[in-house]
């Protein structure tokens, strides 16, 4: 379905055989623009970087399942995590990875903004 819309123009095409030529140069020309305007946002977020298993989750905000003192659990992203912290973090508390290395999560409490 989603690449319906860029066959768009293609698919417009036949528009020259069927209007006179000034109605079907302005009539392709708004589905060229449509087309582009709808693919431009899709174009560029896939030239972003892909960011996939434990990388992914560095920076993301969680919560503490159990006491941090320093060793506990933590759920991020939907997923529990073993953890470890600098301080002490109750449960409850929220908290954001700072780095991963390779299943275990090091995390520190997150500071609330209120506003």
């Given at each position: 379905m989603c690449?319906?819309?860029?066959?768009?123009?293609?698919?417009?095409l036949p528009v020259f055989w069927l209007l006179p030529f000034s109605?079907?140069?302005?009539?392709y020309g708004a589905v060229l623009l449509l087309t582009a305007l709808i693919a431009?946002?899709?174009?560029?977020?896939?030239?972003?970087?892909?960011?996939?298993?434990?990388?992914?989750?560095?920076?993301?905000?969680g919560e503490a399942l159990t006491e941090l003192s320093p060793h506990g659990l933590v759920r991020c992203q939907g997923?529990?995590?073993?953890?470890?912290?600098d301080e002490l973090i109750p449960p409850g508390e929220r908290v954001r990875v700072v780095a991963i290395d390779r299943l275990h999560a090091r995390v520190a409490r997150h500071a609330r903004t209120d506003g």
């Open positions: 690449h319906l819309i860029l066959v768009a123009p293609v698919l417009a109605v079907a140069l302005p009539a431009w946002p899709v174009v560029t977020a896939m030239r972003g970087p892909q960011l996939t298993g434990p990388e992914a989750i560095i920076g993301a905000r997923e529990v995590w073993s953890a470890t912290a």
